[in-house]
Nanobody, 124 residues
Framework: QVQLVESGGGLVQAGGSLRLSCTAS????????MAWFRQVPGKEREFVAA?????????YYAESVKGRFTISRDNDKNTMYLQMSSLKPEDTAVYYC????????????????WGQGTQVTVSS
């Protein structure tokens, strides 16, 4: 089992920045990918960004956040980050941290473990 706890959400004005954190505990040595997803009420959860937990430099982004969001990790702290800049009102959502133990398709929803989510609200 892997437990995930997100933090760092909040209210920010359009054009501002926020940094989300996700700290993992438990059987983290079996993790292959970690990712961020987001969801708004009435819509499907969507992929935001993913990072390979074992290979340096392997990151993946949704087109909608490329150039504005940066995913990173600190393996020593078992923590993943999402630096969000140039935020837009359409980035408003609950952001979820996820971890998977297989090496395939990091952009799909097929993750094994999920955090509780943290609300990000961008005002116009």
């Amino acid at each position: 089992q892997v437990q995930l706890v997100e933090s760092g959400g909040g209210l920010v004005q359009a054009g501002g920045s926020l940094r989300l954190s996700c700290t993992a505990s438990g059987r983290t040595f079996s993790t292959y990918f970690m990712a961020w997803f987001r969801q708004v009420p009435g819509k499907e959860r969507e992929f935001v960004a993913a990072i390979n937990w074992r290979t340096i430099g392997s990151t993946y982004y949704a087109e909608s956040v490329k150039g504005r969001f940066t995913i990173s990790r600190d393996n020593d702290k078992n923590t993943m980050y999402l630096q969000m800049s140039s935020l837009k009102p359409e980035d408003t959502a609950v952001y979820y941290c996820a971890a998977k133990q297989s090496p395939y398709i990091p952009t799909s929803l097929a993750y094994d473990y999920w955090g509780q989510g943290t609300q990000v609200t961008v005002s116009s």
